[in-house]
């Protein structure tokens, strides 16, 4: 009885903040939120928060069931029904949305973001906003940015301190022409190859190395098969939280507001875990017998001036005004 009275009043509490007038406009509904990952995978922690707030913002009345694992299908599939309206929500690599909207391939780009610091910006800012935008007419609503982070590259030859060091290496990519062309432009030799047998192959030397984000190599444990990691954050990868456009355009304005809000709350808390997760899982790929490296600032502009041919191969495809203006942007958080 103490439960149901103290669950009344947290409800009646979250929608004396919602307003009377905005209380009336909430009905009840339950969303189907899917992902990929799985256990403690960054996006699922996201997950649970956005799911967390939504049900106090709107005094319990907005539920979001959680289905993690990839267990509804594939991101692709999961683009499909959203756009149907037979999934509400789910989280996955911006990335996967360039076959939606060409333009979400920017974030494919090699050595476009130096830290944290500039990728928040630019996501969070309106560039950001904008590549959302383009998946309306898709049926598609981009609520957030959430990560899964930065990617890096391991190898079982040497140390990777200057450009030079990468030539020569054959390194797993993801199927990807844009992967395919940076990794070229190194010098080194790309592999694609699916990521299940990527460790495999790098037990039977059949690869060097490969390149993937610091929680990835961790808990795949690649330490076992590698013996180098270079921090080149190389690649960023931004996890859109989309919405079913037919969905959002049945709920209230009150609704809407709710779950942008959840969305956005939800996105600091989830890039905090995320960023967390990072140090750990370094300090387990130390523990597990890997030596660490970085570029320095006069390397990573050699790297920058490689990457020049691959951007402009990729701009067309991509649009020249979205480079031009992710260009731009980045330009000014550098002054």
């Keep these: 009885m103490k439960r149901l009275i103290l669950k009344s009043l947290v409800a009646a509490v979250a929608l004396a903040a919602v ?8 009905k009840e509904h339950s969303f189907k939120f899917a992902t990929n990952g799985a256990g403690a995978h960054p996006s699922v922690a996201g997950m649970t928060k956005f799911a967390e707030l939504l049900a106090a913002k709107s005094g319990g009345k907005m539920q979001v069931k959680l289905f993690t694992g990839g267990i509804l299908g594939s991101d692709q599939a999961n683009v499909s029904a959203i756009q149907g309206g037979t999934l509400d929500m789910a989280v996955m690599n911006t990335g996967i949305l360039a076959s939606v909207a060409k333009e979400m391939a920017i974030f494919d780009f090699p050595f476009l973001f130096a830290n944290e610091k500039e990728s928040d910006a630019l996501v969070d800012g309106p560039v950001g906003k904008r590549l959302h935008e383009k998946l309306n007419e898709k049926g598609l609503i981009g609520l957030s940015y959430w990560e899964l982070g930065y990617r890096h590259i391991t190898n079982s030859k040497r140390a990777i301190t200057k450009v030079e060091d990468a030539e020569g290496l054959k390194l797993r990519v993801i199927p990807n022409p844009i992967n395919v062309a940076w990794v070229k432009a190194l010098g080194a030799n790309p592999t694609p190859l699916p990521f299940p047998e ?13 390149e993937n984000p610091i929680s990835v190599i961790a808990t795949s444990k690649f330490y076992e ?13 931004p996890q859109s939280v989309i919405f079913s456009k037919k969905v959002w355009d049945t709920l209230t304005p009150a609704e809407k507001k709710i779950i942008d809000d959840s969305a956005d709350e939800a996105t600091k808390y989830q890039r ?17 017998g890997m030596t660490v490296s970085e570029f320095s600032p006069a390397e990573v502009a050699k790297l920058r001036d490689k990457m020049k041919p691959v951007i402009a191969q990729f701009s067309a495809s991509v649009g020249e005004a979205t480079v031009n203006e992710v260009q731009a942007e980045l330009a000014k958080l550098r002054k």
């Design 272 to 288: 905090q875990q995320a960023r967390a997760a990072v140090a750990v899982n370094l300090d387990v790929l130390k523990k597990g």
């Design 19 to 26: 307003g009377m007038a905005g209380a009336q406009d909430i």
């Design 225 to 237: 098969v590698q013996k180098h990691i270079t921090l080149t954050n190389h690649q960023y990868n």
């Design 198 to 210: 990527v460790y495999a192959a790098l037990e039977q030397k059949a690869i060097d190395g490969q």
